[in-house]
């Protein structure tokens, strides 16, 4: 348990519910990648998961911000949690996201779509270099190179606006033929 856990961060359902009827919740999602020696991107991780409104999807590792934590701890949980203790993500010391991205109730607002609430979520590209395991609420995790990440059949997997952040991140990494 870390030092944001035990001060009581977290929130009861009931709590969360009623905080995500009044206000935007700030989120993380961070795309773990590999990369070879020279730093270029050669795979790209995307974990297979239960999302909220039953159905199952591709995605990249998402979660809330706790209330006193920093971004870069939000990260390192959140990449642990669903990646695994022994994923080694590389934060960078000045963490900087590559977009922000908001998703509404409405679909249509944005693009980006949750059903339970509004959220504005920083979006980070992470190297890992530890072994990544699917863990938690993730079925599975799969790398893909970048020619694969960014096929129609990847695309066709994801929910809530993520293949359109999925290609931002791919246009921010500079693989985007």
């Known amino acids: 348990m870390n030092e944001t856990d035990e001060r009581g961060s977290w929130l009861s359902d009931e709590q969360i519910e009623f905080v995500r009827d009044r206000l935007p919740i700030l989120y993380i999602d961070a795309i773990p990648v590999r990369v070879d020696e020279l730093g270029n991107v050669t795979q790209i991780g995307l974990l297979l998961k239960g999302m909220p409104d039953g159905s199952i999807s ?91 990440a960014q096929s129609l059949k990847v695309s066709d997997e994801m929910t809530g606006g993520q293949a359109k952040l999925l290609k931002l991140a791919l246009a921010h990494m500079g693989v985007i033929e």
């Open 58 to 148: 591709r995605t990249m590792v998402s979660g809330r911000v706790l209330y006193g934590e920093r971004v870069r701890n939000a990260l390192v949980r959140h990449l642990e949690k669903d990646l695994g203790s022994t994923a080694l993500p590389q934060i960078s010391p000045s963490p900087t996201p590559f977009t922000i991205v908001e998703y509404f109730p409405d679909p249509s607002v944005s693009g980006f779509h949750d059903p339970r609430q509004h959220a504005v979520s920083l979006a980070f590209v992470v190297v890992v270099k530890g072994d990544c395991r699917p863990s938690q609420n993730a079925l599975d995790l799969a790398w893909l190179n970048p020619d694969e």
